[in-house]
């Protein structure tokens, strides 16, 4: 099946530092993938659409400055959260689709 | 504009009694309706996509139907481990893979 992988699964750091998500589909190409935000008993909140070889599109409310989004190739986009505040902890999941969207396995993000 | 409703927020079963999910949606049109499990702490597991009105699908003890405005996810005589979040979502044909989730139904099954 097709799988999608995420890195780191839990990352710690401190106010004001920047954490890079990486997102990866395993077996499979993907020209679009999406990065969802997801709060606690809550459902998926999508924050953008990444596209390879152009640039990402936010829904409306996403700081684009703040959540930099870069897909790198065919199999590879990156979540880059700039100078993190606590109000930014949250679970951030990737997907990408064939059909249907397939998930990766989430990013923890606590900010201290 | 485009939804999805899901209920009830949350279902609590015991073991062995059969249940139903509902998901109501509106939707321009539709490329696809999707059913996702999500344990708690991990990124949602795909089940079940259906394309049109009639049409179903099954997986162990879930079972998934779809009109032209719901679907449903059947489960039958469910076990503990069934427990966990079950989202609806649904992708518009407008191009490309958008998908609009629902909250989600957060199921209990109790031993």
Redesign the interface.
């Known amino acids: 099946g097709a799988v999608v992988s995420q890195h780191p699964s839990w990352v710690i750091c401190k106010s004001g530092t920047s954490v890079k998500i990486e997102c990866r589909s395993l077996d499979f190409q993907a020209t679009t993938m999406f990065w969802y935000r997801q709060f606690p008993k809550q459902s998926l909140m999508l924050m953008a659409t990444s596209n390879e070889g152009s640039k990402a599109t936010y829904e409306q409310g996403v700081e684009k400055d703040k959540f930099l989004i870069n897909h790198a190739s065919l199999t590879l986009s990156t979540l880059t959260v700039t100078s993190a505040h606590p109000e930014d902890s949250s679970f951030y999941i990737c997907s990408a689709p064939i059909v249907e969207q397939f998930f990766g396995p989430g990013t923890r993000l606590t900010v201290l | 504009e485009d939804q999805v409703t899901q209920s009830p927020e949350a279902l609590r079963l015991q073991e062995g009694e059969s249940s139903s999910l509902n998901c109501s949606y509106t939707v321009s049109g539709l490329?696809?309706l999707?059913w996702?499990r999500q344990d708690p702490?991990?990124?949602?597991?795909?089940l079940f996509?259906l394309y049109s009105a009639g049409e179903e699908k099954e997986k162990e003890r879930l079972k998934a139907t779809l009109t032209k405005k719901e679907s449903f996810l059947h489960i039958t005589a469910p076990k503990p481990e069934d427990s966990a979040t079950y989202?609806c979502?649904v992708?518009p044909n407008t191009g490309?893979?958008?998908?609009i989730?629902?909250?989600?139904t957060?199921l209990f099954v109790k031993a």
């Open positions: 490329r696809g999707f996702y702490g991990k990124g949602p597991e795909f996509t989202l979502a992708g490309g893979f958008k998908t989730f629902g909250a989600g957060r």
